[in-house]
């Protein structure tokens, strides 16, 4: 073997390295399975595959049915048979649109219902506050009535003023501070008790006005309240038991009240109708028409003909 140069030895290493790729190419060709016969051509379908094309129709199908028996959807619970059929013929866009405001409707409501009953809890927490502190100041006031009256109603001042003078000035300075006192809790009740009617009108007024709006409207509520109150003094309730009424006693008044207000509209007798005015018919004109009526009687009976039947009709007035 001929001994071979550096730059010979050189190019045949480059020569091999160039080569040796090439050859890794063709064998991983060869190992791998062609991707030719996987992918197929949009424009050319692949040779035996004559099921390929009514499969996708299958799926296209199959596509429509779920669509056409998706389900609805429900209309609001709280709607009768008749609305709820009328809104299962709506388009799935009109009835989510639909559904979806009765939502927020009903969310809206619930909220309102949640803030009225929680004014309603603290108006009657108020009000029994209010109760207990009227029944403090009401239980105070009496017992110092009550001690006022026992220790000062029966004195002769005058004869303490000369029998001893120096106890007599204390006293009628504790009398004149007792009686300041009780004026103060006086007071105080009265106050008291302005302050609790307010909450009682305040409470017992939202009450009313669910059970029978029509005491509360700002038009007309005044004048039937008035109506009611007058109706109530006639069956023996005091004017305090009316101010102190609760709404309920208010509601079960007013349908009494418009029940006997029916009833008396039904029994009561209708106006006869006005009777129609007669034309008066003066003396001659009644001998006229009596001798023509005659007249007309005398022909028929000697003729009987039907025009004479006639002429006896229109001379009686017919």
Request: proline share 5%; net charge negative; aromatic share 6%.
């Amino acid at each position: 073997m001929d001994e071979l140069s550096l730059d010979e030895a050189v190019s045949q290493l480059t020569a091999v390295e160039a080569v040796e790729p090439e050859k890794t190419t063709e064998t991983e060709q060869e190992t791998q399975p062609s991707q030719e016969g996987l992918i197929d051509s949009p424009d050319e379908p692949e040779a035996g595959n004559s099921e390929a094309e009514p499969e996708i129709q299958v799926n296209g199908e199959q596509e429509q049915e779920q669509e056409a028996v998706q389900p609805s959807i429900e209309a609001p619970t709280f709607w009768n048979a008749e609305a709820k059929q009328r809104f299962a013929e709506l388009p799935a866009e009109l009835q989510e649109f639909v559904a979806t405001q009765e939502q927020t409707r009903q969310s809206q409501t619930t909220e309102a219902q949640k803030v009225a009953a929680e004014k309603q809890r603290e108006a009657e927490a108020r009000l029994s506050e209010t109760q207990a502190y009227y029944e403090r100041v009401d239980q105070t006031l009496g017992q110092v009535q009550e001690t006022f009256k026992s220790r000062w109603d029966n004195v002769d001042w005058q004869k303490w003023a000369v029998d001893a003078p120096a106890e007599y000035i204390q006293a009628k300075a504790q009398y004149e501070a007792e009686q300041t006192e009780m004026q103060r809790l006086n007071g105080v009740k009265q106050d008291t008790d302005t302050r609790r009617y307010q909450e009682h009108l305040r409470t017992e007024g939202a009450k009313l006005e669910k059970l029978v709006p029509e005491l509360t409207d700002p038009e007309k509520g005044g004048e039937r309240k008035q109506e009611l109150f007058t109706y109530l003094g006639k069956f023996g309730m005091e004017p305090q038991q009316i101010k102190w009424a609760r709404a309920v006693e208010l509601s079960i008044g007013y349908k009494a009240m418009m029940y006997d207000r029916a009833q008396t509209a039904v029994n009561s007798p209708k106006p006869l109708p006005k009777p129609k005015a007669v034309k008066s018919v003066s003396k001659a004109a009644a001998q006229s028409q009596n001798q023509s009526l005659k007249a007309a009687n005398k022909r028929f009976n000697d003729s009987g003909s039907v025009d004479d039947a006639v002429a006896v009709l229109l001379a009686r007035g017919g």
